[in-house]
């Protein structure tokens, strides 16, 4: 499916649901694809791209940094705590914020630094134990942890579980965000970016729908 298609079913999405398109950003998921594909993309204009591992990410995105101007770089995997310098210096986002430890991590290196991606909390709203993501019980006591270090905490994220109608995970996590006053959620992804935005998603990550099946690629 093309890029311009993508934008068109979201733009159709935000009708139905009596929003502005402006108000959802495609997050372009550039994970393990052949730079090719990427480059065909940033040359039809998308500049907002997800990646889940940092070192996948720095291989790749510098250099077309060099070639295209106002990439913007989300980081939407797992983040290990030896990681979280070079994140912060790679991406404008980050949306796996999932434990204290992260989150102090975060806070030394943006008071050292004088600068912070916007983080988004991930939350683990189907309680899987195998996926990253604060528990929803303690999600409001995370938050207000974050706020304490004074990190710019820009809105919630969730993976549901992909065995479970999402409606019910994507209508929880934006309970959470509500109650808390946070205004980005980040959720919806290829097969079900539509439905996220019926549920107030305000940034959606697409891979596979823009740029193909990733082959041989389980994660
Ligand atoms: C890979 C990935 C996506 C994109 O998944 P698709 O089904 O290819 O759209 C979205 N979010 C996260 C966290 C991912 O790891």
Known sequence: MSLSEIRSRIATACDAAGRDTADVTLIAVSKVQPLERVQAVLDEGQRVFGENRVQEAASKWPGFRESYDGIELHLIGPLQSN???????????????????????????????GNCPELFIQVNTGEEPQKAGILPAEADGFIAECRALSLPVKGLMCIPPVEEEASLHFALL????ARNGLPGLSMGMSGDFEKAISFGATHVRVGSAIFGQREGYTG
């Open 83 to 113: 990681k979280v310098r070079q994140a912060m210096e790679l991406a404008q986002a980050i949306h796996s914020v999932d434990r204290p430890k992260l989150a102090t991590a975060i806070a030394r290196i943006a008071d050292e630094t």
């Open 174 to 177: 934006a309970k959470i965000a």
